[in-house]
Antibody, heavy 115, light 108 residues
């Protein structure tokens, strides 16, 4: 059973950088796409971007100027950085396996942007 | 960006009844559509991909149909654990992949 676990600060100050890591267990991270999705409270899902284990990245144009994703195959994990955050970036952030349909998800982590 | 529109926003159904959820795309998707179920406080769970293929471990009472711009998720006989929010998601036109706004299935 593949398990994903998000980790990172739950509180980020405005204008700073949000940093999250997703650790994959129960399977290899190699040869898959891995994605980040977010969900503001009470709202729908937004795809942030995806990364292949080769390092190729594909970002949502609405966030592209602020997003960086990376992958560390030696540690079976991948990461998200979102720069210059505002209150609008407050959401539950999910990591998931897949570049299209997403078959395994982390439990999600709430990130609040507030001073 | 492809806009996904789900209807209805809320569907009230009695246990044992059939539920039919709709998803419409602003452009043709072929069969590149997935459905997810999300319960409160949980991550979404993949139900259907390729418009009609059930994901691993998904009960047969869940079925998907459609192609192009019109898609349907049918739950043949609602069980208590099926009351949740359902999202459709297109993966035909990047960027980006987009989700519908969700349909909440609640108890009538």
């Amino acid at each position: 059973q593949v398990l994903l676990q998000e980790s990172g600060p739950g509180l980020v100050k405005p204008s700073e950088t949000l940093s999250l890591t997703c650790t994959v267990s129960g399977g290899s991270i190699s040869n898959y796409y891995w994605s980040w999705i977010r969900q503001p409270a009470g709202k729908g899902l937004e795809w942030i971007g995806r990364i292949y284990t080769s390092g190729s990245t594909y970002y949502n144009p609405s966030l592209k100027s602020r997003v960086t994703m990376s992958v560390d195959t030696s540690k079976n994990r991948f990461s998200l950085k979102l720069d210059s955050v505002t209150a609008a970036d407050t959401a539950v952030y999910y990591c998931a396996r897949g570049g299209a349909a997403l078959d395994y998800w982390g439990q999600g982590t709430l990130v609040t942007v507030s001073s | 960006e492809i806009v996904m529109t789900q209807s209805p926003a809320t569907l009230s159904v009695s246990p044992g009844e059939r539920a039919t959820l709709s998803c419409r795309a602003s452009q043709g998707l072929g069969s590149n559509l997935a459905w997810y179920q999300q319960k409160p406080g949980q991550a979404p769970r993949l139900l259907i991909y390729g418009a009609s293929t059930r994901a691993t471990g998904i009960p047969a009472r869940f079925s998907g149909s459609g192609s192009g711009t019109e898609f349907t998720l049918t739950i043949s006989s609602l069980q208590s654990e099926d009351f949740a929010v359902y999202y459709c998601q297109q993966y035909n036109n990047w960027p980006p992949w987009t989700f519908g706004q969700g349909t909440k299935v609640d108890i009538k």
